[in-house]
């Protein structure tokens, strides 16, 4: 990540109660990225989603993050996501940023306006499919 997870920050609390959304941390694992954020428990119904883009925002998906159970405090609650990674593509970064719904209202953590960035570790190109789709079939005898 092109970012310190935000948990990691001495002010991480203060900034829940203030935003009212943010996101606490990103894993890597292989080809998914795993994530928790964490809301403020200011209504019953909650809806947390991540909004993420590899094209600068040209198009984008939402992912539905899901209620993490007895993760809540008496004022925040927790929730966790996770997306398949796409494949690398030239000068690309997945950008992404969370939605918090309370009700009829509506919060954003967007790392301060930056969104958070996350470029590949490895600059290298894709190989390129096989041309024949029957060198993918094992045979059994």
């Known amino acids: 990540p092109a970012f310190t997870n935000p948990i990691c920050s001495a002010d991480f609390l203060q900034r829940v109660r203030l935003e009212k959304v943010c996101l606490e941390g990103l894993a890597v694992e292989r080809f998914h990225l795993q994530g928790t954020v964490r809301v403020l428990n200011m209504a019953f119904r909650k809806e947390v989603t991540v ?40 000068g ?24 958070y960035r996350l470029r590949p570790a490895q600059q290298s190109r894709l ?14 005898v």
């Open 92 to 115: 690309s970064a997945l950008q992404l940023a969370v939605r918090y719904r309370a009700g009829q209202t509506e919060y954003w953590d967007n790392d301060r306006g930056r969104n």
């Open 51 to 90: 909004r993420h883009t590899v094209d600068d925002w040209h198009s984008y998906a939402d992912t539905p993050a899901s209620y993490i159970p007895q993760s809540a405090d008496r004022q925040t609650d927790r929730f966790s996501f996770e997306l398949a990674l796409p494949p690398y593509l030239a």
């Open 127 to 140: 190989s390129p499919p096989p041309m024949d789709c029957d060198t993918g079939w094992i045979h059994f």
